[in-house]
């Protein structure tokens, strides 16, 4: 059989995987190599994650170019995050030859109508209804200048959202986004393909532990106010132990903990750790108020870690329901943490675990659908 090749145009250097975005990329790269795919990835870098040899296991080749933030990027009618992922180094590459190309979230898409790539097939890789995703950090953020920021970005991205009518093929994380998507683009072939992660199969322990875990990018305004209202709104009269553990909490969310006797935080856990916490906390918390995209850390601990508690959001388009335990305000939140408490996760919650995730999120089962678009 021919060698089947494929452009990966990555907004960000996927390794290592540890936040949302890179996650898909990363193991999606992984998946799609071990099906004897060649890729060609194309990462968009600027400070704070370093070129890495590791990627090169699985890549055929691997470039980077330098993202172009600053003043002109900022004024550009595109949005930032589009504008700032321009590289005439990129687009001279793809049309080094006629493969496919992903373009990775709507940051990577800056060249996806540019009329040179007119007969390539071009895929649009979604992470989240990006528009959506800006308002809502413009609703939770404090900071005066990060609102105006993301509330332009907002206006911006979602003029800018029609750009993906030149996309042959969308594939979509969440079954809302892809209704939503479905309904924006009538004419062009949306479907939904999960995000990759990295899990096999569920490892859980069974029986109990002696804390509640909340955890994620902390720096990230979203998380940042989730973790407030766990601390604020439901931890604030309970005795249970909880853990806030994730990047670069800001130094609001330090001192809130500080005075709270019963909440612990752990900053910039590794890998390791933050598995070993998800392994062993009686239950994970995780609560969000936007319901865009697949939240990852949500299926990273249901194939890791004991009960879940959510709210209906961090569920958006998921077929996740009957795995978690589900509550919508404080209220609710602190009556289901007294009863889970009081429970054992044992072996038959395991094996609906094991069911229902490798049916759904199985990332050989998702390689092999993304194969046969391509092919």
Do not use: W
Not at 212 to 229: K, M, P, R, T, W
Not at 258 to 272: A, G, Q, Y
Not at 343 to 372: M, P, T, V
């Amino acid at each position: 059989m021919p060698e089947k090749h494929i452009h990966i145009v990555s907004f960000d250097i996927p390794y290592p995987p540890n936040y949302g975005g890179v996650i898909d990329v990363f193991y999606k790269i992984k998946a799609l190599h071990q099906n004897g795919i060649k890729i060609h990835l194309h990462c968009i870098e600027y400070p704070g994650r370093d070129r890495t040899k590791e990627l090169n296991k699985y890549c055929e080749s691997v470039n980077y170019y330098r993202r172009k933030t600053g003043l002109s990027s900022a004024f550009s009618l595109k949005p930032y995050i589009v504008s700032s992922r321009k590289s005439d180094e990129l687009i001279t590459n793809l049309l080094k030859n006629d493969y496919p190309i992903i373009f990775e979230g709507m940051h990577s898409c800056f060249y996806i109508d540019d009329a040179r790539l007119k007969n390539r097939i071009k895929i649009y890789r979604e992470s989240n209804i990006e528009h959506r995703y800006y308002y809502n950090l413009f609703k939770v953020d404090k900071n005066l200048y990060n609102k105006f920021y993301f509330i332009i970005e907002s206006i911006k991205l979602r003029l800018y959202q029609n750009v993906l009518k030149h996309a042959d093929l969308m594939l979509v994380v969440s079954q809302k986004d892809t209704e939503y998507l479905q309904q924006h683009f009538k004419n062009n072939k949306v479907v939904y393909l999960p995000s990759f992660h990295r899990n096999e199969n569920p490892d859980i322990k069974p029986g109990t532990g002696k804390y509640a875990l909340y955890h994620g990018n902390i720096e990230v305004a979203e998380n940042a106010h989730a973790a407030s209202f766990l601390i604020n709104e439901v931890f604030n009269d309970l005795d249970f132990p909880l853990v806030v553990a994730g990047m670069n909490p800001p130094e609001q969310i330090k001192k809130l903990i500080d005075s709270k006797p019963n909440v612990k935080l752990i900053s910039n856990p590794d890998d390791e750790k933050m598995f070993e916490l998800i392994r062993d906390a009686h239950v994970n918390v995780l609560v969000t108020f936007q319901a865009t995209g697949l939240k990852l850390k949500l299926l990273n601990t249901l194939y890791n870690g004991r009960f879940c508690l959510v709210n209906e959001k961090m569920l958006n388009g998921t077929l996740l329901n009957d795995l978690c335990v589900i509550a919508n305000n404080s209220f609710q939140l602190k009556n289901k943490l007294k009863t889970i408490f009081k429970d054992d996760f044992d072996e038959d919650q395991i094996e609906l675990r094991k069911q229902k995730l490798n049916g759904l999120y199985s990332n050989k089962i998702s390689a092999e659908r993304l194969i046969s678009y391509i092919s």
